[in-house]
């Protein structure tokens, strides 16, 4: 018993304050020195706790309360960091993240801590959307569900059918995971309408001149298309191939990256200066046609629901 007292360490500061009314003490052995009034205020778990009769380990009369944690020192440090009035800590790893919502769900102050943290913070969002769609839904926070499906629409499909990190799917149920198929397919649908109803040639004009669509008599053949105005425009055909390729990249990626990605891939190019169509200023309508095109992208998956039904449930 000596030898467990004596491998019993102090908390680095705040958390050594000799006039501290309580201990919490982690399952690796450190002695977090702290106030039970802060406490109550945050969880009423912790509240009744304090009104209970303490069994964890002896100490001297002038000592507080010690009650045995089963949370390491890593989880209980982050977790009186947001306690403590001023104090404030940049999550940097989702693994901290996970540790204190799970820390806040055991001790019932959950929306307390969520409030607190950003778990859809644009930095996790951009690394690991799938993994922050998978939190959110087990924790049942449904506007950071909403935030990180938005952003899976960064990935390509088969990136959420075959993910890098399996991993980041774990603990969520087949229909949460199926909702989230269904919801980048409708997006992949309504941008992919964009293509099929030839939406660019509706762009205002100098983001797309007509002779930039216009056969300069080195194509085989043009075609007439009928725009999202009924207007019917002739163009030429490398054009009408490269808009189909358009529609199955946005059905596999559709966000505005798609169309950024189409308007400066080479073989576009290629095709336009073959015809005889890309000249000087061209470059610039093609970069003014992607911010566009961009927009009228984010519109169109901004209007698709997420259907997430109730979020998944976890076992307790």
């Known amino acids: 018993m000596a030898e467990a007292q004596a491998a019993i360490k102090t908390a680095s500061p705040p958390f050594d304050r000799p006039d501290a009314d309580l201990v ?3 399952c690796d052995g450190i002695d977090f020195r702290v106030y039970k009034s802060v406490l109550s205020l945050v969880s ?18 002038s000592e507080p309360p010690v009650v045995q944690m089963t949370e390491d020192e890593r989880t209980l440090y982050l977790v009186l960091q947001f306690c403590y009035p001023g104090r404030r800590l940049e999550l940097k790893d989702l693994t901290d993240m996970v540790a204190l919502l799970e820390f806040a769900e055991k001790h019932d102050f959950e929306e307390w801590l969520v409030s607190c943290i950003s778990l859809a913070s644009p930095k996790h969002l951009e690394a690991s959307p799938l993994r922050v769609y998978t939190l959110a839904c087990l924790y049942h926070l449904p506007e950071e569900a909403r935030s990180a499906a938005r952003a899976t629409l960064q990935l390509q499909r088969r990136k959420l059918w075959h993910p890098d990190s399996p991993s980041a799917l774990e603990g969520i149920p087949a229909t949460t995971y199926i909702r989230l198929l269904q919801y980048h397919e409708n997006c992949g649908d309504s941008a992919a309408s964009l293509a099929d109803t030839h939406i660019f040639l509706e762009l205002p004009s100098g983001a797309l001149r007509p002779n930039f669509l216009t056969c300069q008599g080195h194509c085989e053949s043009q075609r007439r298309v009928r725009s999202c105005k009924s207007r ?15 529609k199955e990249r946005l059905r596999e990626h559709p966000c505005s990256q798609s169309a950024v990605d189409f308007c400066h891939d080479r073989s576009l190019q290629e095709s336009a200066v073959s015809c005889g169509v890309f000249e000087s200023g061209s470059a610039r309508d093609l970069h003014l046609l992607s911010l566009q095109l961009s927009q009228k992208i984010d519109d169109a998956v901004s209007q698709v629901s997420i259907p997430f039904g109730s979020l998944a449930s976890r076992d307790r």
């Open 24 to 26: 919490l003490r982690s």
């Open 44 to 61: 009423p778990v912790f509240e009744t706790m304090f009104t209970l009769p303490q069994p964890g380990p002896k100490v001297g009369a």
């Open 232 to 246: 019917v425009v002739r163009v030429c055909q490398w054009w009408v191939e490269s808009i189909k390729a358009l």
